[in-house]
T-cell receptor, first 112, second 115 residues
Framework: SQQGEEDPQALSIQEGENATMNCSYK?????LQWYRQNSGRGLVHLIL?????REKHSGRLRVTLDTSKKSSSLLITASRAADTASYFC????????????FGKGTLLTVNP | GAGVSQSPSNKVTEKGKDVELRCDPI?????LYWYRQSLGQGLEFLIY????????KSGLPSDRFSAERTGGSVSTLTIQRTQQEDSAVYLC?????????????FGNGTRLTVT
């Protein structure tokens, strides 16, 4: 079963706007990661946030984590057409179980 | 350096035949994962190898699926007596550490079509 679930399933915005995607999970975690997948390609790691962190930035990406709500959000600011891709969150299951499980992803379309 | 390499990139097979999918992880990476992705869907965990530990096979959907990792490096995923529902993209990923904070590096996948 899926540990993480993203919403919305699909998001369409105009270039320059911000995009926010959310991820909810069920059990305690050590960390939460976000990945991006372009059509027909493998996934690329974007950012990792540890369970004791609340916010993290990387370039135009901002990730938040609320362990009390078991949720995370990924914000992409000043979006570009090249940001069009599917975005997935991935979580472990806490403890010493390092197995990562992925949600179904959010398909982001940035229109030029 | 080289990334994760998967072969073949595409495989078309007839129902009932066996197939072998290969993954060459990044050199030195101790963890290796196999996932399956159906069209427009998320990633379904199949199997996880970590160093010399017994693999976590909890995601394998049936006993027709098996995987091995020889010498802690190359991995082969075998599907016996393929069925049409096995059609999907099979993704391999490796990571460099035993810690939970090691990101995964993915190959581009093998697209399997069972006719």
């Amino acid at each position: 079963s899926q540990q993480g679930e993203e919403d919305p399933q699909a998001l369409s915005i105009q270039e320059g706007e911000n995009a926010t995607m959310n991820c909810s999970y069920k059990t305690s975690i050590n960390n939460l990661q976000w990945y991006r997948q372009n059509s027909g390609r493998g996934l690329v790691h974007l950012i990792l946030i540890r369970s004791n962190e609340r916010e993290k930035h990387s370039g135009r990406l901002r990730v938040t984590l609320d362990t009390s709500k078991k949720s995370s959000s990924l914000l992409i600011t000043a979006s570009r057409a090249a940001d069009t891709a599917s975005y997935f969150c991935a979580t472990d299951s806490g403890g010493s179980n390092y197995k990562l499980t992925f949600g179904k992803g959010t398909l982001l379309t940035v229109n030029p | 350096g080289a990334g994760v390499s998967q072969s073949p990139s595409n495989k078309v097979t007839e129902k009932g035949k066996d197939v072998e999918l290969r993954c060459d992880p990044i050199s030195g990476h101790t963890a290796l994962y196999w996932y399956r992705q159906s069209l427009g869907q998320g990633l379904e965990f199949l199997i996880y190898f970590q160093g010399n530990s017994a693999p976590d096979k909890s995601g394998l959907p049936s006993d027709r699926f098996s995987a091995e990792r020889t010498g802690g490096s190359v991995s082969t995923l075998t599907i016996q007596r393929t069925q049409q529902e096995d059609s999907a993209v099979y993704l391999c990923a490796s990571s460099g550490g035993t810690e939970y904070n090691s990101p995964l590096h993915f190959g581009n996948g093998t697209r399997l079509t069972v006719t």
